[in-house]
């Protein structure tokens, strides 16, 4: 702990500034008194590389697994929560983006197999979920650099459809907001494109040293332990004294957001990754953006 880049021992941050996509420089930041934070990014006047949007090489999976459910159609009351939703929270990996996070940047540093069957195992609720991340990083724990590398190399591939629904609720003043267990280094980039404000990201965050050795990542966030994702809900719907908030993802962390005092309904996306036992328990299961942004209309 002696080598990092703080009078106060504590660890350096990666983050993006309001504008990066792409990580070119390193730039320290000292404030008086307090510990110091890498900052990557871009000046405003710098040209920078999109994100990878996705619209067809990766199409949501068929409907044809609809048929093994009874939710795909919803009832009146979920169309009426809904549409009048004052605030929409979505899971990212899975659901805003097609990949899983922390699977692609193990399989860049070459742990990707191992990292992705304990995916399965947080995202299907067998195992504690702080437990399973712990395990994830710890197979290949993952180095500033690398993580630099990889954000240049392999930029975030966005759901088709998602841009336009975030859109569309935005244009009827609905919130939106992002809730991952996934990290922040991978997530302010995703916000960015779809113009979601950083502060409505809640997401876990991978702590460096002053020579970039991976050294775990922020216990603190809300989404690093079980429950967290409901735990943020219910932070979130408090704070602002939301009326009605509804949760849209893929996993079982997801799932758990819809409870007294969290969400009102949750949304099943799987578009992409379809988990059968939460898709089963979901007030309403869809396979595509569309259905959602027409039903809105």
């Known amino acids: 702990m002696a080598g990092m880049i703080s009078a106060r021992n504590s660890p350096v941050h990666l983050f993006c500034d309001s504008l990066c996509t792409k ?15 890498l900052s990557f990014g871009l000046s405003r006047s710098s040209s920078y590389k999109p994100l990878t949007i996705i619209t067809s090489a990766m199409q949501p999976q068929s409907t044809k697994s609809a048929a093994n459910f009874d939710n795909t159609l919803p009832s009146r009351e979920v169309l009426e ?7 929409v929270c979505f899971d990212v990996d899975s659901t805003v983006c097609l990949d899983e996070g922390i699977d692609e940047l193990a399989d860049f540093c070459g742990a990707g197999k191992a990292v992705a069957e304990w995916t399965n195992k947080a995202m299907s609720g067998s195992v504690p979920f702080e437990e399973a991340l712990a395990a994830r990083l710890s197979l290949f724990s993952p180095s500033l650099s690398q993580v630099r590398d990889f954000l240049d190399k392999r930029p975030p591939k966005i759901s088709p459809g998602i841009a336009e629904l975030i859109n569309k609720l935005k ?21 960015l494109q779809l113009g979601i404000p950083l502060e409505n990201i809640f997401a876990n965050q991978l702590l460096f040293g002053s020579s970039g050795e991976f050294l775990g990542f922020d216990k603190t966030e809300f989404t690093s332990r079980s429950g967290g994702k409901a735990k943020a809900v219910e932070h979130i719907r408090k704070v602002h004294e939301y009326k009605t908030l509804v949760m849209i993802g893929d996993g079982a962390t997801d799932l758990e957001a819809r409870k007294p005092g969290g ?27 569309q259905e959602l942004i027409s039903s809105l209309e």
């Open 23 to 37: 990580l070119p420089q390193i730039v320290f930041n000292h404030s008086k008194g307090g510990p110091s934070k």
């Open 263 to 289: 969400a009102d309904l949750f949304v099943c996306y799987g578009g992409v990754q379809l988990r059968t036992t939460v898709a089963a328990k979901a007030d309403w299961l869809v396979f595509n953006f």
């Open 81 to 87: 929560i809904w549409q009048n939703a004052d605030a």
């Open 171 to 191: 244009a009827i003043n609905i919130d939106v907001y992002l809730i991952s267990g996934g990290f922040r280094q991978m997530i302010n980039p995703v916000a």
